[in-house]
Nanobody
Framework: QVQIVESGGGLVHPGGSLRLSCAASGFSLDYYAIGWFRQAPGKEREGVSCIGSSDGNTYYADSVKGRFTISRDNAKNTVYLQMNSLKPEDTAVYYC??????????????????WGKGTLVTVSS
Protein backbone atom coordinates (compact mmCIF):
# COMPACT_ATOMS: atom_id res chain seq x y z
CA GLN A 1 0.00 0.00 0.00
CA VAL A 2 1.47 3.32 -1.07
CA GLN A 3 1.64 5.86 1.73
CA ILE A 4 3.26 9.26 1.94
CA VAL A 5 3.47 11.08 5.26
CA GLU A 6 4.81 14.60 5.68
CA SER A 7 6.12 15.94 8.95
CA GLY A 8 8.18 18.81 10.31
CA GLY A 9 5.84 21.72 9.82
CA GLY A 10 5.20 24.28 12.49
CA LEU A 11 5.40 27.92 13.47
CA VAL A 12 8.62 29.75 12.73
CA HIS A 13 9.69 33.39 12.73
CA PRO A 14 10.72 35.13 9.51
CA GLY A 15 14.31 34.25 8.74
CA GLY A 16 14.05 30.96 10.55
CA SER A 17 14.40 27.42 9.28
CA LEU A 18 12.45 24.20 9.17
CA ARG A 19 13.15 20.79 7.75
CA LEU A 20 10.23 18.89 6.31
CA SER A 21 10.29 15.13 5.94
CA CYS A 22 8.43 12.99 3.46
CA ALA A 23 8.35 9.38 4.55
CA ALA A 24 7.34 6.95 1.83
CA SER A 25 6.15 3.39 2.19
CA GLY A 26 4.81 0.81 -0.20
CA PHE A 27 7.30 1.78 -2.89
CA SER A 28 10.98 2.53 -3.27
CA LEU A 29 12.41 5.98 -3.87
CA ASP A 30 14.91 4.28 -6.15
CA TYR A 31 12.38 4.49 -8.96
CA TYR A 32 10.27 7.60 -8.47
CA ALA A 33 10.83 11.30 -8.46
CA ILE A 34 9.35 13.09 -5.45
CA GLY A 35 7.95 16.59 -5.45
CA TRP A 36 7.04 19.13 -2.83
CA PHE A 37 4.06 21.39 -3.39
CA ARG A 38 2.46 24.06 -1.28
CA GLN A 39 -0.88 25.77 -1.05
CA ALA A 40 -1.18 29.10 0.69
CA PRO A 41 -4.50 30.50 1.86
CA GLY A 42 -6.51 31.72 -1.10
CA LYS A 43 -3.97 30.53 -3.64
CA GLU A 44 -3.61 27.62 -6.01
CA ARG A 45 -1.31 24.75 -5.20
CA GLU A 46 2.13 25.34 -6.64
CA GLY A 47 5.18 23.22 -7.20
CA VAL A 48 8.09 24.00 -4.90
CA SER A 49 10.79 21.43 -5.52
CA CYS A 50 11.44 18.02 -6.99
CA ILE A 51 14.16 15.41 -6.83
CA GLY A 52 14.60 12.68 -9.39
CA SER A 53 15.58 9.08 -8.84
CA SER A 54 17.06 7.89 -12.13
CA ASP A 55 19.12 11.03 -12.70
CA GLY A 56 19.32 12.61 -9.24
CA ASN A 57 18.51 16.03 -10.62
CA THR A 58 16.69 18.63 -8.56
CA TYR A 59 14.28 21.40 -9.40
CA TYR A 60 13.31 24.50 -7.46
CA ALA A 61 10.69 27.11 -8.05
CA ASP A 62 12.19 30.55 -8.53
CA SER A 63 10.55 31.74 -5.34
CA VAL A 64 12.57 29.33 -3.20
CA LYS A 65 15.88 29.02 -5.05
CA GLY A 66 18.80 29.66 -2.76
CA ARG A 67 16.68 29.14 0.34
CA PHE A 68 15.28 25.61 0.06
CA THR A 69 17.19 22.38 -0.50
CA ILE A 70 15.66 19.04 -1.39
CA SER A 71 17.44 15.78 -0.65
CA ARG A 72 16.70 12.10 -0.31
CA ASP A 73 17.86 9.24 1.84
CA ASN A 74 16.96 6.10 -0.04
CA ALA A 75 17.99 3.89 2.86
CA LYS A 76 15.29 5.56 4.94
CA ASN A 77 12.94 5.94 1.98
CA THR A 78 12.59 9.58 2.96
CA VAL A 79 12.82 12.89 1.12
CA TYR A 80 13.62 16.11 2.95
CA LEU A 81 13.02 19.75 2.26
CA GLN A 82 15.34 22.04 4.18
CA MET A 83 13.79 25.49 4.29
CA ASN A 84 15.98 28.40 5.31
CA SER A 85 15.44 32.15 5.41
CA LEU A 86 11.73 31.63 5.63
CA LYS A 87 9.41 34.44 4.68
CA PRO A 88 5.78 35.08 5.61
CA GLU A 89 4.85 34.32 2.01
CA ASP A 90 6.16 30.80 2.52
CA THR A 91 3.22 30.14 4.82
CA ALA A 92 1.28 27.25 3.35
CA VAL A 93 0.34 23.65 3.70
CA TYR A 94 3.20 21.70 2.20
CA TYR A 95 2.47 18.47 0.39
CA CYS A 96 4.77 15.69 -0.69
CA UNK A 97 3.81 13.68 -3.76
CA UNK A 98 5.12 10.79 -5.81
CA UNK A 99 5.77 11.48 -9.45
CA UNK A 100 4.46 9.24 -12.19
CA UNK A 101 8.01 9.32 -13.52
CA UNK A 102 11.54 8.73 -12.35
CA UNK A 103 12.77 12.14 -13.44
CA UNK A 104 11.64 15.66 -12.68
CA UNK A 105 10.05 17.30 -15.68
CA UNK A 106 7.10 19.60 -15.21
CA UNK A 107 6.37 20.01 -11.51
CA UNK A 108 2.64 19.83 -11.99
CA UNK A 109 -0.07 18.21 -9.94
CA UNK A 110 -1.09 16.14 -12.95
CA UNK A 111 2.31 14.51 -12.97
CA UNK A 112 1.90 13.10 -9.48
CA UNK A 113 -0.06 10.00 -8.56
CA UNK A 114 0.08 9.75 -4.76
CA TRP A 115 -0.07 12.54 -2.21
CA GLY A 116 0.45 12.99 1.47
CA LYS A 117 -2.03 14.84 3.65
CA GLY A 118 0.23 17.85 4.08
CA THR A 119 2.02 19.61 6.90
CA LEU A 120 1.35 23.22 7.83
CA VAL A 121 4.17 25.75 7.81
CA THR A 122 3.40 29.12 9.33
CA VAL A 123 5.96 31.91 9.10
CA SER A 124 4.97 34.77 11.34
CA SER A 125 6.43 37.15 13.87
Amino acid sequence: QVQIVESGGGLVHPGGSLRLSCAASGFSLDYYAIGWFRQAPGKEREGVSCIGSSDGNTYYADSVKGRFTISRDNAKNTVYLQMNSLKPEDTAVYYCARSRFSVCALLSSGGMDYWGKGTLVTVSS
